[in-house]
């Protein structure tokens, strides 16, 4: 399954990213979806994800009330929906797919399959 992630560059500390992870359609509605970071020298970590319905989502204290994540059935697409910006969210941002069980959603092992990463960098 190949996963399209776009929508990274460079923000400014306090402003707004979206962040943008075309799906397969078949595999888009059957699925949960969710969004990862890791940034230099860091593990990578859970940022949040959304149910394959779309009426459950989940994220990361971290970015909890900045963050809105979203998917959008028509065009197959997930976004993230990013605002009031930090430096510390500087990271690689990765989109993954997969059949996952809800109590393992923050688990990256529980994805199948994982984007190619788009970079965010925040500047202060």
């Known amino acids: 399954v190949q996963l399209q992630a776009s929508g990274g560059g460079l923000g400014q500390a306090g402003g707004s990213l979206r962040l943008s992870c075309a799906a397969p359609?078949?595999?888009?509605?059957?699925?949960?979806m969710g969004w990862f970071r890791q940034a230099p020298g860091k593990e990578r970590e859970f940022v949040a994800a959304?149910?394959?319905?779309?009426?459950?989502?989940k994220y990361a204290d971290s970015v909890k009330g900045r963050f809105a994540i979203s998917r959008d059935f028509a065009e197959n697409t997930v976004y993230l929906q990013m605002n009031s910006l930090k430096p510390e969210d500087t990271a690689v941002y990765y989109c993954?797919?997969?059949?996952?069980?809800?109590?393992?959603?923050?688990?990256?092992?529980?994805?199948?399959?994982w984007g190619q990463g788009t970079l965010v960098t925040v500047s202060s």
């Open positions: 993954a797919v997969g059949r996952v069980i809800w109590g393992l959603i923050s688990d990256p092992s529980a994805y199948g399959n």
């Open positions: 359609g078949r595999t888009f509605s059957r699925s949960e």
């Open positions: 959304i149910s394959r319905s779309g009426g459950g989502t």
